[in-house]
């Protein structure tokens, strides 16, 4: 998705946020004094709406891109999962996972 639809998508979404906007004043006004928007007029009209909201927003969604790590990773790290792990380990309910430890040479090399 290039900068001008997301730019013009963005708008839309603002406008669609204002128009449902003056629609829930006029309908809170109405109830006040017995207006027609009380009675519901404005429900098809919101109906659409929240449609053609729904619809942007997947679109704005399909454009996001999950960014690749520099070994082509598509997805990123587990983190909560990870901190899940951690305090796990921490109190005791899980063992911590040993890798096998390298021996380290203590020869010189010349």
Partial sequence: MNKFRKEFLWKHLSAI???VQ???D???RAAWVGGRAADGIFLAKKERLCDATDRIL???EQGLKMPKGPKGQKRPADVIGNAV???QIATGEAEEPLAPRKRLSLRRVT
Avoid: I
Wanted: overall charge negative; hydrophobic content about 45%; aromatic content about 6%.
């Fill in 26 to 28: 006029e309908e809170a």
């Fill in 58 to 60: 997947d679109e704005l």
């Fill in 22 to 24: 003056w629609m829930a």
């Fill in 85 to 87: 792990h951690v305090m």
């Fill in 17 to 19: 946020h204002e128009r």
